[in-house]
């Protein structure tokens, strides 16, 4: 397995199509795009020609939606296939996934569903990770999810879940603040106390997006990971105390729903830079 070219420690964020004709036209003051896997897995057309022109002039990172990591079946092996060749189309400085399950026999949900920490799912979980870095040869990073339930046969906390993972299988991690944030709120737990304990150490990439504040069924407060809105204070303020640890990490602002026009996704990104470009080096965490 060889270790992919780093993405720039500078924020990023996730290319729509709608964007490219403006993004292409001038040089732009963003480190890296993100793409969702998934969406270029065609063999070419539009889609195609406008990525090849956004990857010779800017570092790219390819993001997986649909690979049902934690499925209790096999993975896809065709999905995979086509993953691997777009991986090779476009070399990306970064590939990550999800901690979530998306599949069950043949039946495909479009969300990313959580699972239970076990001693079983943390088996299967690690061996998917090693035949996903084995078929793509190289490594890949791992998210955090956002949920909105626990697992009463839960028997290993999600940071230990994730650090032990990344441990057996030599993948990196993805940290999604917000993400840390809609959990926490949901379960009533700590955010600050999470992210003390999260492997900050096997942390490649941060992801920011927004949330929205909604109700469950019997009219709890619950918060949903949107992606349809700014990031919010609350977030910006996780990041700052992470950054504070860690010094400068790749940074990509998520806006996948409602999608505002590009100079507000840029200054939602140039809000990030601004906390990046104070922070101590990497080598000084």
Avoid at 31 to 43: D, L, R, S
Avoid at 219 to 226: A, Y
Wanted: net charge negative.
């Amino acid at each position: 397995m060889s270790i992919a070219a780093c993405l720039p420690a500078s924020a990023g964020v996730g290319f729509k199509p709608e964007h490219g004709a403006a993004i292409l036209a001038a040089a732009q003051p963003i480190g890296f795009f993100e793409v969702h896997a998934e969406n270029y897995m065609g063999a070419g057309g539009p889609p195609h020609a406008q990525l090849t022109a956004l990857r010779e002039r800017y570092a790219l990172s390819v993001h997986g939606v649909g690979l049902s990591i934690g499925s209790t079946g096999p993975l896809h092996r065709a999905h995979l296939t086509r993953l691997r060749q777009l991986c090779d189309r476009y070399a990306p400085a970064s590939f990550s996934e999800h901690l979530a399950w998306s599949s069950h026999d043949g039946v495909y949900f479009n969300d990313l569903l959580p699972l239970p920490y076990t001693e079983a799912t943390l088996a299967r979980v690690a061996d998917h990770v090693d035949q996903v870095q084995t078929a793509l040869g190289r490594r890949m990073l791992l998210e955090n999810p956002s949920t909105y339930l626990d697992f009463t046969e839960s028997t290993i906390a999600e940071v230990d879940f994730l650090a032990e993972i990344s441990r057996r299988t030599g993948c990196g991690l993805l940290l999604d603040i917000n993400n840390v944030f809609v959990s926490a709120t949901n379960h009533g737990t700590s955010a600050l106390d999470y992210l003390d304990r999260f492997p900050l150490d096997r942390v490649f990439e941060i992801h920011l997006g927004g949330h929205d504040a909604d109700t469950d069924d019997v009219g709890e407060p619950v918060l949903i990971d949107s992606h349809r809105v700014a990031v919010a204070d609350e977030v910006w303020a996780l990041y700052r105390q992470v950054i504070a640890r860690t010094g400068a990490l790749p940074t990509l602002i998520e806006w996948d729903n409602d999608v505002p026009d590009w100079p507000t996704l840029r200054a939602e990104a140039g809000a990030a830079q601004r906390i990046l470009s104070g922070a101590a080096p990497e080598s000084a965490a």
